[in-house]
């Protein structure tokens, strides 16, 4: 499971991974040609990081 995510809701991301498996997920920071392409999955924003549980 991957989450993007902005600034504003890495914490809803993390929350939402720990509710659904139970277990404290990665947080990486996303690369810069990244981010231009790839929007918050909660508010469509440019995503930051990506919270993901491997």
């Known amino acids: 499971m991957k989450i993007y ?7 809803l991301a993390i929350d939402m991974i720990v509710d659904e ?7 990486t920071q996303m690369e ?3 981010k231009l392409s790839t929007a918050c999955e909660y ?5 930051i990081y ?5």
């Not at 995510?5 to 914490?11: D, G, I, L, N």
């Not at 990506?50 to 491997?54: E, G, T």
């Open 5 to 11: 995510c902005c600034e504003e809701h890495v914490e």
């Open 21 to 27: 498996l139970e277990t404290f997920p990665q947080l």
């Open 32 to 34: 810069d040609e990244q």
């Open 43 to 47: 508010c469509r924003n440019t995503a």
């Open 50 to 54: 990506v919270v993901a549980n491997k």
